[in-house]
């Protein structure tokens, strides 16, 4: 068996996950850098009480869940109808489904292949480390024995580009907007100057698309959103720039593959107030059917 393993940070399924998701982010030494594990645990203790019931009084505005989950699952049961190669399933960093019930629910042995797929386009200690590093301590800690092969991220890759192309340009047929805002998830700067590549592949990203797309917008943004804390996190915000539009726009989460909340809630509902004039919000490739021809094409190079 080939078992491809999508990794992400995972979304609540109920109001009370949004606890639970919480916590477990912010005990994440990658997402909070404090290297005392017992002050970690203290200072994410209080990150959670203190945001709790505003992550729940968001995530009821969405239904009371995120649509991570969801999504993701049909996109794994779409892969595993279209071939035999593969057996596709997902794990998630923060929420079920954990590794440990993922792992042990496929009963792996010495000539399986394990195929950890990090559903993020760019590389973050944040995201592509933290979940390749909780996924291979969990494969030892449960003495799975089968090959592991990691794939690596794919902001490159001409087929992922040209389904991001592809699916802006549909969009503006429908809304014919002078200016495109991609908008990726914001990172602490301090994070950039230890030296995490984020940034650096999110620019060489967007340069890559503005080369596709210049001829149809007037002008194309790089913005960050999800910005926490007091610190300062990489600039200019989505919310800024969405303060002082001049055109119609719309807005690509460049940094996301699956909807959650960051896209449905921020993007879609809660910046809707400060847009000075109307915008539209693109999918995530999702279980779309260029994203799943994308990575059946990936998981065969």
């Known amino acids: 068996m080939k078992l491809v393993l999508f990794l992400n940070m995972g979304g609540a399924t109920n109001l009370k996950d949004c606890k639970t998701f919480l916590k477990n982010m912010f005990n994440d030494p990658y997402i909070l850098g404090i290297k005392n594990k017992f002050l970690r645990k203290f200072v994410a203790w209080m990150i959670t009480l203190s945001r709790t019931k505003t992550m729940q009084k968001n995530y009821t505005k969405m239904g009371g869940k995120s649509p991570l989950n969801e999504i993701t ?14 057996v596709f399933d997902f794990v998630n960093l923060y929420v079920p489904p954990y590794a440990s019930e993922i792992l042990e629910k496929h009963s792996l042995n010495s000539k399986d292949q394990i195929i950890l797929y990090p559903l993020y386009p760019h590389h973050s200690c944040t995201t592509v480390t933290s979940s390749l590093e909780v996924l291979q301590k969990e494969i030892k800690k449960l003495n799975i024995t089968s090959k592991i092969k990691i794939m690596d991220i794919f902001y490159k890759d ?12 549909h969009k503006k047929n429908q809304f014919n907007a002078k200016t495109l805002i991609f908008s990726a998830h914001s990172l602490p700067i301090s994070l950039i100057q230890k030296g995490d590549l984020y940034e650096k ?27 926490l804390g007091p610190v300062k ?18 807005i690509y989460p460049i940094s996301f593959c699956i909807d959650c909340s960051e ?15 109307d ?4 999918s995530c490739p999702n279980d779309s059917d260029e994203f799943i021809n994308f990575i059946l094409k990936s998981l065969k190079n």
């Open 233 to 250: 996190w990489l600039e200019p915000s989505t919310s800024d720039i969405l303060a002082s539009l001049k055109n119609k726009a719309l």
């Open 158 to 169: 001409a087929n992922y580009n040209q389904m991001i192309v592809s699916h802006i340009l």
């Open 279 to 282: 915008y539209e919000l693109i």
């Open 263 to 277: 896209t449905i809630f921020e993007l879609g509902m809660e910046y809707r107030h400060l847009a000075t004039q």
């Open 201 to 227: 592949h999110v620019n060489e990203h967007i340069e890559i698309l503005k080369e596709k797309l210049k001829n149809h917008f007037e002008e194309i943004i790089l913005a960050y959103q999800s910005k």
């Open 73 to 86: 699952q049909n996109l794994c049961h779409k892969l595993n109808s279209l071939q035999k190669e593969f």
